[in-house]
């Protein structure tokens, strides 16, 4: 993870965390105790900021500096 900016910890216990240099938006996986990659560039990520999982929507709403926009994603 570069230059990370935004951590997420759903109502569930899930924790999410972003990084503007690395854009990428990672899950922290308790079971496995490691990081899992949950979007990046090929998303269309870019400059993440901020990460929110919306409870009970499957919905992942991602704020980015670089283009002062949100992507809105689907999770399962």
Known sequence: MVSP???HVAPG???FLCG???NMVLHYDREQN???KV???NDGLW???R???LNGKSLMIIGQEATNS???LRVS
Do not use: K, N, W
């Open 34 to 36: 490691q990081l899992v």
């Open 13 to 15: 216990g899930q924790v």
């Open 70 to 72: 949100i992507l809105v």
């Open 5 to 7: 900016r935004g951590l």
């Open 39 to 41: 979007a990046d560039g």
């Open 51 to 53: 990460v929110v999982l």
């Open 47 to 49: 400059s993440p900021q």
């Open 20 to 22: 503007t240099g690395s």
